[in-house]
Nanobody, 114 residues
Framework: QVRLVESGGGSAQPGGSLRLSCVAS????????MGWYRQAPGKQRELVAQITSGSDTNYASSVKGRFTISRDNAKNTVVLEMNSLKPEDTAVYFCNARYWLDFWGQGTQVTVSS
């Protein structure tokens, strides 16, 4: 059974930083493309960042240069480092694992406000 567990959400002031982690179980982690998505109230879920099984990365234009995605295959973990946070980054952030099928975590709230 595939399970993705996110942690690290919370509150930050504009310009601050947060670090999200996602631990996967029930998958051969190294073969999966991993990603972070977010969904703000009243909006559709959108891609934030992706990292392939070969560690190629892709970022939404709105976060490029501020967020960094990385993976540790030995720990079945994908991390999203978020810097220079803005109020518009406020959303529920979801971890995604993709290998033919999509698997999702339960989400973690990120709130950026002064």
């Amino acid at each position: 059974q595939v399970r993705l567990v996110e942690s690290g959400g919370g509150s930050a002031q504009p310009g601050g930083s947060l670090r999200l982690s996602c631990v996967a179980s029930g998958v051969i982690f190294s073969t999966y493309n991993m990603g972070w998505y977010r969904q703000a109230p009243g909006k559709q879920r959108e891609l934030v960042a992706q990292i392939t099984s070969g560690s190629d990365t892709n970022y939404a234009s709105s976060v490029k240069g501020r967020f960094t995605i990385s993976r540790d295959n030995a720990k079945n973990t994908v991390v999203l480092e978020m810097n220079s946070l803005k109020p518009e980054d406020t959303a529920v952030y979801f971890c995604n694992a993709r290998y033919w099928l999509d698997f999702w975590g339960q989400g973690t709230q990120v709130t950026v406000s002064s």
